[in-house]
């Protein structure tokens, strides 16, 4: 059978958040580009389900109409106001995302099924730039030159798709990531979490605040509650693949035995009904730097490992990733260069100066999430200040004062009241 030949100016792999987050901004630059998915949209993805604000900045900037969208839609992409933490000493502290709010201000967050967000952002790739093939099979990746092809079967047909950039956005099993990194020497840090999908929990915060409870068996890891559309909520456990292994951990049974004895957690569940299997998978961590780019390529999302080491997000770091990588490619087709001098620059670079604080403050955040003693004496001081809660609110807005947390200095001035 003959193969039906394509030539495009850029192939992305993986129609998730990072795929769409490139493809948006190629539409919006006119480059014409190729996105293939093994799957089939709407399509299952296990998370969380809570987006960030750096969720709603990408989307904004992808295109405005589309964030008004989701926040006059509040039935469907439900508004989150804050995050309420649960220390290992159980005391719960409510901090909201926007402490100095108007009545103009949105909700910076917002949480709903991964199968209906992924389909909203799959729906938006439509475009005359984007050739979308769903449901399509990547057989092999071939780098010769200047030039990437993928053979893929897609509807039965045969393709030899072409162009001189690849981009891997094909999640934490990349394909691309295998056969164009698969040489890194950096150390990958994985975490692994479970999902489970409830109605009926009572207790939750009348602003749908996420719930992150802090439980001494599961540090650094958490416990999550996360309130969705329609009264169901997303209920779930992430804790580092060595942790795991080192404390042979059974993380199905640590969830469900929280669920059922920890005197905070369970009255809550008491009536409440498990509507769907329980599922996981890994979270690769951005614990440090790492090349995301080579000749001819480059990776987003979960390719790249930019799961936020503490809070576990990886949504708005993906969808972002992919608007940075299109950012790059606008350079460097003019110049015609896809070299891994040219994408380390244009890419890996202004990546790392725009993320890398961020996530190293995570980094050494979920480092010290090992001390309980830490964690319960941070939230006792600020469950009886105003102010030190009021400074930890600002921190999720507010980079310069997260730093802080990383720092003994900031321990220091709350055990001395300052
Ligand atoms: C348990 C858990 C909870 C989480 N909770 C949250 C949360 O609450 N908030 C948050 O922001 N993040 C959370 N994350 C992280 C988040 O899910 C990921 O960071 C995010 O999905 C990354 O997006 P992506 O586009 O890089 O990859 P994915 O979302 O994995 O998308 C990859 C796409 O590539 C396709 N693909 C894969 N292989 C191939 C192939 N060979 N050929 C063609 N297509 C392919 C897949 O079908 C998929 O559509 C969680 C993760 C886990 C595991």
């Not at 393709?159 to 001189?164: C, D, F, L, N, R």
């Not at 693949?241 to 957690?265: G, H, T, Y």
């Not at 995301?292 to 708005?316: H, K, T, W, Y």
């Not at 309980?372 to 600020?382: E, H, I, M, R």
Request: aromatic letters at 10%.
């Amino acid at each position: 059978m003959s193969k039906n030949s394509i030539d495009t100016k850029v192939i992305i792999v993986g129609a998730g958040p990072a795929g769409a987050g490139i493809s948006f901004f190629l539409t919006n630059y006119e480059i014409p580009h190729i996105v293939i998915d093994k799957n089939t949209f709407p399509r299952d993805k296990v998370c969380g389900d809570a987006c960030s604000g750096k969720t709603a900045l990408v989307i904004k900037r992808a295109n405005p109409d589309w964030l008004a969208e989701i926040l006059e839609h509040s039935e469907e992409f439900l508004p989150s106001w804050g995050i309420t933490f649960v220390a290992p000493n159980g005391k719960a502290l409510d901090i909201p995302f926007s402490p100095n709010r108007t009545e103009e201000t949105k909700a910076p967050g917002f949480t709903l099924p991964r199968l209906d967000f992924d389909d909203f952002l799959f729906r938006k790739m439509a475009s005359p730039y984007c050739t979308i093939y769903e449901g399509a099979t990547i057989g092999n990746i071939i780098h010769e030159g200047n030039k990437v092809s993928v053979n893929m079967t897609h509807d039965a047909t045969e393709y030899e798709i072409s162009a001189p950039i690849i981009i891997g956005a094909d999640g934490d099993k990349s394909i691309v990531r295998k056969q164009f990194l698969s040489g890194s020497t950096v150390p990958k840090t994985y975490a692994v979490g479970l999902r489970a999908y409830y109605e009926g929990i009572t207790g939750m915060h009348r602003e749908n605040f996420i719930e992150l409870h802090f439980l001494p068996e599961m540090l650094p890891g958490y416990l999550w509650i996360f309130p969705l559309p329609g009264g169901k909520a997303n209920v779930g456990v992430g804790i580092l693949s060595e942790v795991i292994r080192d404390k042979k951990i059974n993380l199905r049974e640590q969830m469900l035995a929280a669920i059922k004895n920890n005197p905070q957690i369970a009255p809550r569940f008491a009536n409440a009904r498990l509507t769907d299997k329980i599922q996981g998978w890994g979270l690769p961590l951005a614990m440090e730097r790492q090349p995301i780019s080579g000749n001819n390529f480059m990776l987003c999302g979960d390719a790249a490992s930019l799961v936020d080491p503490f809070s576990g997000e990886g949504i708005g770091n993906a969808l972002y990733s992919g608007m940075l990588a299109a950012m790059a490619i606008k350079e460097a087709l003019p110049a015609n260069d896809f070299s891994a001098t040219f994408l380390k620059k244009a890419y890996d670079d202004v990546l790392y100066k725009r993320l890398g604080d961020e996530l190293k403050i995570s980094a050494t955040l979920q480092r010290l999430c090992k001390y309980p003693w830490l964690f319960n004496f941070v939230v006792n001081k600020a469950y009886k200040s105003p102010s030190l809660r009021n400074t930890i609110s600002c921190m999720f807005t507010d980079m310069d004062l997260r730093e802080q947390l990383s720092k003994p200095s900031f321990y220091l001035k709350i055990l001395f009241n300052r």
